[in-house]
Structures are given as structure tokens and as C-alpha cells.
């Protein structure tokens, strides 16, 4: 999970958006559903440095998802409203809120003003980064304070001491500087709260992104960002009513954004084509309507509330009336990249909208464009209108489909199936049934091999029988080479040799149908230079089989 | 026992009538039978006599083949199943090939034909708006991008083949989403047409200003084989990534040159001859008489060229190859149809490529109705184009020379490239995408850190990453 950015749109829906607590209440109810560790750690963090014991248990319950998230974050967000008049200008967050829950304590204090007293410190990087030093002897965690392995030890039933500060109005509030001069943090005004923030800050900002997601590509120089990352990465689906899912949130939100500017988009540009156009984007809002996948499902409503904290400005009125009803919404076809073809008409449509996006349409107007661009606009109306007219032939030729297959069942056999029809089942089909014969394969390792007999798939006797004895007659062929050039002799007959090939000369087989002595056309199909003579005659057997009764018996009766 | 099987067989088998039939022409017209063919049976019928009609093309006899071309030529329709479809594009590859072998003929029936870039491109539009090849392409190779640039502050694009914008405007949206903020972007984008070139610097100039990140690009209009490596302009500290989409296949080319020169037949060295005065004059006439050549010897070319001495390694390729390593790409991201389509012999290409094209074709059956004109306009002028250059050229003018992924790996490894496994997530986009496809044929998996999409048990385009290794 993307911490930062997230936390930075809640920061400035604090500050801007006052009226839409209830809107953030459930935003953030559904962050800590998500994403309780983030929460916990950040608030865990807070409660150590206030020593505020009590608080841990409220921590405890964040932890847990127990029922008060709303509240909490209900005050946090009034705290927020105050630490954002501390520090004005502050548009990128400390991303450890801590500052947010510290405030409870400061606000009683220095109610809305910057503490002036606050001890500004600045760490080297070495010491901000240094890792844990105090040890827990018990399960080896490491702290990097010794306040906080002492709190650790009362888990363990341990022994433990914690300092007691003398007096509460003493404390000191202090404030810490990043080291790197080029960072907005490095100005003491900007300074952050507390030594977490800034540690984590600059490992975050200035550190070697050093653990990375097995799952996604995302990389983290912040082990806890990491974990929180790593709990919930792949483990949603978020699905936008383009089509498009997802499996990070983050990149839901930004795909939505950019689906709403390109649905605009295209509607702009739909409009200006023609009514027709209009027309089929009325079929398609209908068809997106009808699909029950359309509405965005659980998250719909964060996703775009999101988006509205993103955009601020123009989205946000729209988003609130639009969010689950999407009768208003145009139909998401933007990228190509979401497009997801549910039927025919679908994709037709989409393709619209796409050639409208990637070529710029002629009233568009590019006027600066040479004049071959100026005709590839052209190209792409004519392109589209011949989709449009492909659209209607489509849906007419359903019909002519059913029709046609309507009729030929009435002409005729049409028994197969569509999916055996298929190039690659009839090319499959083609090698099995050459397959059990054990010739050098001239059709890769399959094809070749149909030459074989015994494998017809046909239900007819007589073509098993025939190809059988066609194999025989093969072998002897092959055996008796000087046979064959006699039969050859009968060859110069000229009879339809069609069927008939030899892969040299020397092995020219042809045996002619007109040829008193045979009334076989052999086919001695040879691939150049390997001199085997893989063939059909398998599928010559096919062919036999499913023949009708014109035989040629008349040329056997020669015999 | 000959009779015996000769009554079995003729009495039940209409087409031995019809070879005879097709010899003595105007004998009796349409036939009868053909109509009454299951499609099943006519598909099979279909490859039969493709398969024997290469055999016949191969070993040069061409009366043979003729008479195979017009049995073909009454059952394939390119409007009619998949079968058919794709047996009039492989039969007219051969045709073509045997018209190859008449210089003058050939000319002549094309001397009046017309070729439209911008009829071809809109054709490639339509393939990736149709078909889902070119998006998952898309979208691995701008995930694979996107992860090896993440924290890249200057990143330089180089697209080999320049001609769809929507890739790169997918890049930039996904770039200026980054968590660490968009980098500066410039693509460099490679056509020989100028108006593909400012139409994608118009459309991708506009997205970046649209979403306010900094954007340029470098055109440069060239064909891929002449390109100058300075016009690049790589400059220091920018992060470079390089995406070829079926590009790389046709620097394969002087592979098989090469291979044509190592036999040492008599009639092999006039070949050679003839290559040379090909290179030297690039003169029309040497390339066709070498066409010539080819085919009318094809035979003895096919098996010379199985010999040991063909496997020498190609130098065009290799050259190029160490062209884009010496830019030291952070990544490079190759799409490549996988199947090998390079082969030494005729009738491997036209088995090879029956294969792929069959699943290319079912694939469009799937996604368009039959009538469809942008189906058939595709299967024409893309798919039909690239069977016929398969099939029908030789030498230096075969530029679809389509291999498998492993060779490719084995190639870019003795380039200098180290494999990047593609992401989950990369693999993960893709298999939503193809989800979309309301078809189950389409199959994808991940072999060795590439991906490979298929349409059944048949892959058809691999994408894998690269990047500079020492």
C-alpha cells in the first residue's frame, strides 16, 4: 500500500474539504480496515513518545478493529485541522502522523500556535539511520530506544524501568531537521515532530529502497511499509467499470482518474462523428448497463472519493452524484488498455472511441498537420464508418450465421461441431492422423506421418481396408524400386496425377488411374532431400469415407 | 491383390475422378462433389493439397503444382472458414513463388499494383485493436519499462518501430502516476514515414502536456536497417529502454545469405555471383534472376542447406545486436512471434507457418464475423503479406523470419544481454487483458521469466526483457 500519497489526500481533505467528515470518516474506517498495521505502528509511535499510558490500550483497539476508528479518527482529523494552521503551507505531510496524534497534548499547551520554544534537532544521517541497538534477550527484537525496549519488557513479564520525566510542563518539545540540505524538511519551520517521523522520513525519501514486493515491483526503504504492503498486495481485485481490474488500489485510482478524463475525452470526439456514432454509444451505454459487472462492487466508494481528493477541484461534485449509479457516467472505453470486448458490439464500439483517441478525427482539426495525416484522418472516418456499417453487417450476419447453418443442416451433413472447423483442429487432426506411422516427418514430427494406415478415423470398412492395403502397397514400393520404374513408364499415359509427386526423379511413382495395369494414383510426396515420401493417403482414406457413391467402378472393372 | 484394392478404392473415392477432371479443363465445370464436402472434410482436403502442392513447388514441378492451385482455388475462399481462408493466402504464396521463377511475368502482373502505407498501417491498427497480441505486447513492455526505470529521473525511449501511439501514451499516464513523480521523458521513435512520426509526436506531445510532465520527442525517419545509432542522441545520465515489436526477425536476414554461400556446388557459387551483384548493384534484375535460382533449384538448395557448414552464426543480426548493447539499454523489450518461420527448407516454413497462421486465423475467427471487411482486409494485407514473404522470397528479401523464443534468448545472451524476468504484475496485466477477450483460446504463460501468448496448445508471440550485461 502506497502510504504517503494516501495520507497526503486525507491531509488536505482535512484542511479543504470540512464538510465531508462524514465522507472521511468512512475513509478512514476502511483505511483501518485495510490497513491496520500502518495505523498502529503510526499511532503506537505517538503514544510512546506522549508516554500516555493509557493510550496504548486505545492503540490496542485500533489494532484490533475495534469499534472506535470513527471516533478517533473524527478528533484527528479536528487535530488535523490545527496542525495544518501550524504549519501552513505544508502540502507534503510527515508521512508518521505522529504530529497528528501529538497534537492532543501540544494543543493544550500552545492551543493553535507554533511552539517558538520547540528545540530544533539535527541528526546526522548515520544516526538516522542506525538500527535497532537495544536488544529484547527474550525474542531478540531490536529498539532503537531503550524507553521502548523497557515497554517491550513488560510484554515479557520482564523486569523493566521506564524514566519518569520530574515534571510534565517541562517537557521540551523538540523537533527534528532532515539532513539532506535539498529536502523541504531540511528548513527548521519545516521541521518534524518527532524522531520516528524523521527517521522513517529519510529512509523513505533518501534511502536505498532496499525491501521489495515478491508480488508486485513495488520497493520500500521502510521495513513496516513493506509488511503493510506486502498484507494486502494482491489480495483485492478492484474493478473499474471499464473493465479493467486491478489488484493494487493505487493503481485503481489512478486508472479511474484517467478513465474519467478519457471518457470525456471520447465522448467529445464521438459527437462530433455523426448521430449514427451517438447512436451506437447509446447501444453500448445500454449494453454496459444491462452487464452486471458495471458497478465497481465494495470499494466503489472509496475508489472514488479517492479520486475526488486527487482532483480536487473538478471531480469532486460529480463523483458524489455519479459514484454508484454510473447512469450519468459515460461508458469507460478510454484506454485501449481497459478495453474488454464483451461481445461483438462491444468491441466495434470500442474501437470507435479508440481510433477517435489515437488518430486525431478530422473536425478535431489539425491544422498544422501535412496533408497525408489530414488523409489518414480521413482513413480513420472511413475506417470507422466502416465499422459502423461492419456493426450492422455483424449483427446481420449473426442471423445469415444461424440462417446458413439452419439451411445447411436441412441441405446436408453439417454435423461438426464449429470448434472442429478450427485451422488449428483441422491441422491437428491432419497430424493425428498421420501420426502412427513412424515415416521421417516432413510436417514436423507429426504432420509428416500421414502416411499411416492403420490409424483411420473413418467409419467406413472399406476405406480401413483400403488404406491398408495402400500401406502394403507402399511397402512393396519401397522394396522392389525396379517395379516402380516399370509403373513409372505407365505414367507417361497422362492421366490426372495430381495426387501423384515425387521427391526426385528417380522416385517418380505414377501410377495412372487410366492405366490398364493400376487403378491406384500412388503419392509419393517426398520433402526435398531427405527422400522420404510422407503423404496423405490417410486423408485419401478420409476423403474415400466420406464419398458418395461415385465411384469409379467402371475404371476397377479393367482389372 | 492390386485389383482388389484398386475397385476398393476407386468405387468409393469421387476424387480420384476429380485430378482427371482438373487435367482436361472445360471438361465439366463446377464440380459437383465439392459442394457436397462436410467443411471437416474439406478443411482436411485443404491442407492435403496445400501439403502436396508445396511438395510439388519445392521439388519445381510446376505443372503439378498448377493443377494443385486450381483444386485449391475451387474450395478456399478468403471469405469463407478458417481452412479456406488460409488456403488461399498459402496458395497464393506459392503461386507466388512459382511466378517468382518468370522475372518478367512477375513484373508484369505487378506492375500496376498499388501499396498504400497508410492503407497497411490502418491494417496494423486494426490488428491491435482487434486482436490482443499487440496490447499484452504493450502493456508488458511498459510495465518492464516502467520497473526498470522506477527512481529514474532522465528516461529515453527508443520504440524500433514507430507506429502506435497508444503504447507510449499508456508509458507516459503510467510514468506521471510514478509515486516518485514523473521523470523526464523522451522517446525516440523510429519510421520511414515522416507523417507516422509527427502523427505520434502530435498525439503523445499533447498527453504529456496534458498531464504536465516534461516530454520529448526524437524522431527519425528511417527504415530500420540503415539506422544511424547517433541519431539516438543517448546522452549521459539518462536511463534507456529499447522496445523492438517483431522488428528484430528481419536482421535475420544475412543469417541465410550467409547460409546460401557454404555449399560448394558449382551451381551454389553462381548463387553466390549472383548475391554479390545483388549487394553491389542492388540491381532488380540480379534479385530477380537470383529468385530464379531459388526457386528452380530449390530442392538442392534445401538440402545443402542442412549441412553442418549453415549453422554460421549471422552477422547482420549480431551487428545490430551489439549496436543497441553498446547504448547500454537499462532495459530492452522484445516482442517476437514465436515460431520458426526461418527455416532452411521450403516445406519446414510452409508447415511451420501452417501451424501458426492456422491459430492466427482462428483467432480471427473468433473476434469477427466472417463477412467482416477489416477481418478480411488483416488477413490480406498483414497475415497474407507475411505468409507470402515466407513462402514465396529467398535471400535478402525474406524479412519474416520469425524464430522461437530460445533462440532469441541464446542470441541476446551471446549479445551481451542478461535476461530481466517480467514481473508478476506485468504477468498478471496480461492475463486480465486477455481475460477481457470473451474467448478461451487465448492462452498465456510465463517460460523462463518471458511470457508467451498462444491461442491453444500453440504459442504465437513471445515478450521478453533484457538488459546491458557486462
Redesign the interface.
Known amino acids: 500500500m502506497?502510504n504517503?500519497?494516501r495520507k497526503s489526500n486525507l491531509r488536505s481533505l482535512h484542511i479543504k474539504t470540512t464538510v465531508s467528515i462524514e465522507e472521511d470518516r468512512q475513509d478512514e474506517g476502511s483505511r483501518v480496515a485495510e490497513n491496520p498495521s500502518g495505523i498502529a505502528s503510526d499511532c503506537s509511535l505517538s503514544c510512546i513518545t506522549v508516554q500516555a499510558l493509557h493510550q496504548i490500550s486505545a492503540t490496542r483497539q485500533a489494532k484490533l478493529k475495534l469499534p472506535s476508528p470513527s471516533t478517533d479518527t473524527q478528533i484527528m482529523s479536528g487535530d488535523e485541522f490545527s496542525i495544518a494552521n501550524v504549519f501552513p503551507q505544508e502540502p507534503e505531510t510527515n508521512p508518521n502522523s505522529k504530529s497528528n496524534a501529538n497534537p492532543t497534548v501540544k494543543k493544550k499547551r500552545l492551543p493553535g500556535n507554533p511552539d517558538p520554544d520547540a528545540q530544533v534537532i539535527a541528526l546526522s544521517p548515520t544516526t538516522l539511520m542506525a538500527t535497532n541497538r537495544f536488544i529484547c534477550e527474550i525474542c531478540n527484537k531490536g529498539f532503537r530506544r531503550d524507553q521502548n525496549l523497557q515497554l517491550h519488557r513488560r510484554g515479557h513479564n520482564l523486569p523493566w524501568k521506564l524514566k519518569q520525566r520530574a515534571n510534565k510542563d517541562q517537557i521540551i518539545k523538540k523537533v527534528y531537521i532532515c539532513p539532506e540540505k535539498t529536502c523541504v524538511h531540511h528548513d527548521p519551520s519545516r521541521a518534524l515532530g518527532d524522531l520516528t517521523g524523521i527517521k522513517k522520513h529519510f529512509s523513505r525519501k533518501h534511502g536505498e529502497?532496499k525491501w521489495k514486493c515478491?508480488?508486485?515491483?513495488k520497493?520500500y526503504a521502510v521495513q513496516s511499509d513493506w509488511k503493510a504492503h506486502s498484507k494486502t498486495c494482491?489480495t483485492r481485485e478492484y474493478k473499474c467499470d471499464c473493465?479493467?481490474?486491478f489488484?493494487r488500489k493505487d493503481?485503481f485510482i489512478?486508472h479511474r482518474a484517467?478513465c474519467d478524463?478519457m471518457a470525456e475525452e471520447s465522448a467529445r470526439s464521438v459527437i462530433t462523428v455523426s448521430a449514427n456514432n451517438l447512436n451506437f454509444r447509446n447501444d453500448n451505454l445500454n449494453s454496459t448497463l444491462m452487464n452486471p459487472n458495471f458497478p465497481h462492487g465494495f470499494n466503489v466508494s472509496t475508489g472514488i472519493s479517492q479520486v475526488g481528493a486527487v482532483f480536487k477541484s473538478d471531480y469532486n461534485g460529480e463523483i458524489s452524484g455519479n459514484s454508484l449509479v454510473g447512469d450519468q457516467q459515460k461508458p469507460r472505453l478510454s484506454?485501449?488498455?481497459d478495453?474488454?470486448?464483451?461481445?461483438?458490439q462491444l468491441?466495434f464500439i470500442?474501437?470507435n472511441c479508440?481510433?477517435n483517441?489515437?488518430?486525431?478525427s478530422s473536425s478535431t482539426g489539425?491544422p498544422d498537420?501535412?496533408k497525408?495525416?489530414s488523409?489518414?484522418g480521413n482513413?480513420?472516418l472511413s475506417?470507422r464508418q466502416?465499422?459502423m456499417?461492419?456493426e450492422v453487417?455483424?449483427k446481420g450476419?449473426?442471423m445469415?450465421?444461424s440462417l446458413a447453418s439452419l439451411y445447411s443442416d436441412n441441405q446436408?451433413?453439417?454435423?461438426?461441431s464449429s470448434a472442429?472447423?478450427?485451422?488449428?483442429a483441422?491441422?491437428q487432426?491432419?497430424a493425428q492422423?498421420g501420426s502412427t506411422k513412424s515415416n521421417p516427418a516432413?510436417?514436423?514430427n507429426a504432420?509428416g506421418m500421414?502416411n499411416s494406415s492403420s490409424s483411420s478415423a473413418s467409419s467406413?470398412p472399406?476405406?480401413i481396408?483400403?488404406s491398408q492395403?495402400?500401406s502394403?502397397?507402399h511397402q512393396v514400393f519401397g522394396k522392389q524400386p525396379e517395379n516402380l520404374s516399370g509403373k513409372a513408364r505407365d505414367s507417361s499415359m497422362?492421366?490426372?496425377?495430381?495426387?501423384?509427386?515425387?521427391?526426385?526423379q528417380s522416385q517418380a511413382i505414377l501410377v495412372n488411374?487410366?492405366g490398364a495395369e493400376?487403378?491406384?494414383?500412388r503419392?509419393f510426396?517426398?520433402?526435398?532431400?531427405?527422400g522420404s515420401n510422407p503423404?496423405?493417403p490417410q486423408?485419401?482414406a478420409?476423403?474415400?469415407?466420406?464419398?458418395?457413391a461415385?465411384?469409379?467402378?467402371q475404371?476397377?472393372r479393367n482389372? | 491383390m492390386f485389383q482388389e484394392d484398386g475397385s476398393s478404392f476407386v468405387t468409393s473415392s469421387p476424387l480420384q475422378m476429380f485430378p482427371m477432371m482438373s487435367l482436361s479443363p472445360g471438361f465439366m465445370s463446377p464440380h459437383q462433389w465439392l459442394q457436397e464436402l462436410k467443411p471437416e472434410d474439406r478443411g482436411l482436403y485443404l491442407i492435403h493439397l496445400l501439403v502436396t502442392c508445396a511438395n510439388h513447388v519445392a521439388t519445381g514441378n510446376l505443372e503439378k503444382a498448377n493443377m494443385a492451385l486450381d483444386q485449391i482455388s475451387n474450395l478456399a475462399t478468403p471469405d469463407g472458414d478458417t481452412m479456406q481462408r488460409i488456403s488461399s493466402y498459402f496458395s497464393e504464396a506459392l503461386a507466388d513463388r512459382i511466378l517468382r521463377t518468370w522475372p518478367g511475368i512477375y513484373k508484369a502482373s505487378r506492375s500496376t499494383r498499388i501499396w498504400i502505407v497508410a492503407e497497411e498501417i490502418l491494417v496494423r491498427k486494426m490488428f491491435f485493436e482487434f486482436l490482443p497480441f499487440m496490447k499484452v505486447a504493450f502493456v508488458v513492455t511498459n510495465q518492464a519499462i516502467v520497473e526498470a526505470m522506477e527512481g529514474e529521473k532522465m528516461v529515453h525511449v527508443i520504440d524500433l518501430n514507430a507506429t502506435e501511439p497508444a503504447q507510449w501514451r499508456a508509458l507516459i499516464q503510467d510514468l506521471s502516476a510514478r509515486p516518485e513523480g514523473p521523470p523526464h521523458l523522451r522517446i525516440t521513435g523510429i519510421h520511414q514515414q515522416k507523417e507516422v512520426l509527427e502523427q505520434m509526436a502530435h498525439v503523445l506531445t499533447e498527453e504529456a502536456e496534458k498531464l504536465d510532465i516534461p516530454f520529448q520527442f526524437n524522431p527519425i525517419i528511417s527504415k530500420l536497417e540503415n539506422l544511424d545509432v547517433e541519431n539516438f542522441r543517448v546522452k549521459t545520465g539518462e536511463a534507456l529502454a529499447i522496445s523492438s515489436i517483431m522488428q528484430l526477425h528481419s536482421f535475420l536476414v544475412c543469417d541465410n545469405d550467409l547460409k546460401k554461400k557454404s555449399p560448394s556446388t558449382p551451381l551454389s557459387a553462381l548463387g553466390v555471383h549472383l548475391q554479390r551483384v545483388i549487394q553491389m548493384n542492388q540491381s532488380t534484375l540480379g534479385q530477380l534472376l537470383e529468385k530464379d535460382m531459388v526457386s528452380a533449384y530449390s530442392p538442392r538448395q534445401d538440402s545443402a542447406s542442412s549441412s553442418p557448414l549453415s549453422t554460421t552464426t549471422s552477422a547482420n543480426i549480431d551487428d545490430f545486436l551489439s549496436t543497441l548493447w553498446s547504448l547500454n539499454p537499462k532495459v530492452m523489450v522484445v516482442t517476437e512471434q514465436d515460431s520458426d518461420h526461418n527455416g532452411k527448407s521450403l516445406m519446414e516454413r510452409i508447415s511451420e507457418s501452417l501451424y501458426f497462421y492456422g491459430a492466427l486465423f482462428d483467432c480471427m475467427e473468433s473476434a469477427l464475423p466472417r463477412a467482416s471487411l477489416e477481418r478480411l482486409k488483416m488477413e490480406k494485407m498483414l497475415l497474407g503479406e507475411e505468409i507470402k514473404n515466407i513462402i514465396a522470397c529467398e535471400g535478402a528479401e525474406r524479412k519474416e523470419r520469425h524464430e522461437k523464443l530460445e533462440k532469441w534468448a541464446q542470441r541476446f545472451d551471446l549479445a551481451g544481454f542478461a535476461n530481466v524476468p517480467l514481473s508478476y504484475y506485468a504477468m498478471l496485466q496480461a492475463k486480465r487483458l486477455l481475460q477481457g477477450y470473451n474467448s478461451d483460446g487465448y492462452k498465456i504463460k510465463e517460460e523462463n521469466g518471458c511470457v508467451v501468448i498462444g491461442w491453444q496448445d500453440r504459442p504465437l508471440f513471445s515478450v521478453s526483457a533484457w538488459r546491458f550485461r557486462r
Open positions: 502506497n504517503q500519497p529502497k515478491e508480488k508486485c515491483a520497493k494482491g473493465g479493467t481490474l489488484s493503481s489512478t484517467f478524463a484506454l485501449w488498455l478495453h474488454e470486448p464483451n461481445s461483438h468491441n470500442d474501437v479508440n481510433s483517441l489515437f488518430i486525431p489539425l498537420m501535412p497525408t495525416t488523409s489518414m482513413y480513420t475506417h466502416g465499422l456499417e461492419e453487417i455483424g450476419s449473426t445469415d450465421h446436408k451433413h453439417q454435423s461438426n472442429s472447423m478450427s485451422a488449428t483441422l491441422l487432426k491432419a492422423m516432413f510436417f514436423g504432420f500421414m467406413s472399406n476405406a481396408s483400403l492395403k495402400r502394403e502397397l497422362g492421366g490426372s496425377n495430381l495426387m501423384q509427386t515425387s521427391a526426385t488411374l487410366h493400376h487403378s491406384l494414383t503419392d510426396l517426398g520433402v526435398g532431400g531427405e503423404f496423405l486423408q485419401l478420409e476423403f474415400v469415407s466420406m464419398s458418395s461415385m465411384g469409379l467402378s475404371f476397377t482389372h
